[in-house]
């Protein structure tokens, strides 16, 4: 099964990279979940938190202000301007 | 010690406590300049996406929206002038305000109303003492900007452009920052970020590389709405942040050449010094032997 690519980016910094199975954020119409194989979408996430489940089988939590989600072949890129990221 | 020398000593020292406040000045600018640089590279990557974000939105809707649609006849122009809160940067801030009148007389000429935008405490000093007005100041931030700040003014910007012409809207803005080229060269630069043309930075899609169909929620017109502020925002922190590590640089340029001054003061005033002890040896001498003669003499 193919994986995604995840890229999470605050402002100020990269804040993560990498493959995942699946990420579920909340958009302003609700929560969304993305695997692989997700139709192109580009939708705007509300404040709150969005999760990563990474490759290895490690979940990664990070709260973020307002921002955006994009989906383009299986590359997923999370953009807000302060993200906080909880678990390592 | 004579009255001369005397002088020369003082000056020595007081270019010698003053040369070391400058190299302290030099290597505090140096070692941040290293990390407005980090600065900058690391917001390459929010920009990317955004812009990435935009293009997608760009080829897959015919959204129109204000502040990507160009004013036919525009007549008012809000420029953002970005200079240093403090000085003892060179040539820095003046650079950037000179640039700054240049676009200021070129718009003129165009037939437009400029309307300036201050940030940092050297540029709203210098329109003060010309007792100009300008529509909005910030400063405290420019050798560090937050996101905040740039949020702050271009959130301002935005809400000025949107405004009615009539009740002192804009038609475009213009940004005079300085552009950060590598620690030798800061060079003034002038970019319109609105009305916005979302080019910058993006590399022509590839052929194999035919962008899929995209879904929007809530929808087109939503997700551009809350998604060129932001761009507009990255626009203007990625300015500050380039102005930000163009200052310190030119800070450190600036601080080092008064250190190599100083030294060369210090060696010109040591000579000086010296000669004017050797005067005084000279002059006792003949002094003394002068004396003895005119003493033999008398005998």
């Known amino acids: 099964m193919s994986s995604l690519k995840v890229e999470l980016v605050a402002a100020d910094r990269l804040v993560w990279e990498g493959e995942a199975r699946q990420v579920n954020a909340r958009s302003v119409d609700g929560e969304l979940g993305v695997l692989p194989g997700h139709e192109p979408i580009l939708t705007i996430l509300a404040a709150g938190d969005v999760s990563i489940k990474a490759e290895d089988g490690s979940t990664r939590t990070a709260t973020i202000d307002a921002g955006f989600l994009s989906v383009d072949r299986n590359t997923v890129t999370i953009v807000a301007e302060h993200v906080s990221v909880q678990s390592a | 010690m004579g009255a001369q020398q005397r002088v020369y000593r003082q000056r020595i020292r007081s270019v010698q406590a003053t040369k070391k406040i400058t190299r302290a000045m030099e290597l505090i600018a140096a070692s941040r300049v290293v990390k407005a640089r980090q600065r900058v590279e690391e917001a390459r990557p929010y920009a990317q996406a955004l812009t990435k974000s935009l293009s997608a939105l760009a080829t897959h809707s015919n959204t129109e929206h204000p502040l990507t649609t160009e004013v036919e006849n525009p007549k008012r122009a809000g420029m953002l002038v970005i200079a240093s809160d403090r000085g003892l940067a060179g040539a820095y801030s003046s650079?950037?305000?000179?640039?700054?009148?240049?676009?200021?007389?070129?718009?003129?000429?165009?037939?437009?109303?400029?309307?300036?935008?201050?940030?940092?405490?050297?540029?709203?000093?210098?329109?003060?003492?010309?007792?100009?007005?300008?529509?909005?100041?910030?400063a405290g931030f420019t050798d560090q900007p937050t996101i905040e700040a740039a949020r702050e003014i271009s959130d301002r910007l935005i809400e000025d452009y949107l405004k009615d012409p009539a009740e002192g809207g804009l038609d475009e803005v213009h940004v005079v920052y300085t552009r950060f080229k590598n620690m030798v060269t800061q060079e003034p630069w002038v970019i319109r970020i609105v009305p916005l043309e979302v080019v910058e930075g993006t590399e022509p899609p590839q052929p194999s590389d035919v962008a899929p169909l995209y879904r929007?929620?809530?929808?087109?017109?939503?997700?551009?709405?809350?998604?060129?502020?932001?761009?507009?925002t990255a626009r203007v922190w990625?300015?500050?942040?380039?102005?930000?590590?163009?200052?310190?640089?030119?800070?450190?340029?600036?601080?080092?050449s008064a250190t190599d001054n100083a030294d060369k003061l210090v060696k010109t005033y040591t000579r000086l010094a010296n000669q004017a002890r050797q005067a005084e040896i000279t002059q006792e001498i003949s002094e003394i032997v002068g004396g003895a003669s005119a003493l033999a003499d008398a005998k």
């Open chain 2, 216 to 232: 929007f929620e809530p929808s087109a017109e939503e997700v551009l709405d809350a998604m060129l502020p932001r761009y507009v």
């Open chain 2, 238 to 256: 990625s300015c500050l942040l380039s102005a930000a590590a163009s200052e310190l640089a030119a800070r450190q340029r600036a601080m080092k």
């Open chain 2, 95 to 138: 650079a950037a305000l000179k640039e700054s009148e240049r676009l200021a007389e070129h718009l003129r000429a165009d037939g437009k109303e400029v309307i300036p935008y201050l940030v940092g405490r050297k540029a709203i000093a210098f329109y003060k003492f010309r007792r100009r007005t300008s529509a909005a100041e910030w």
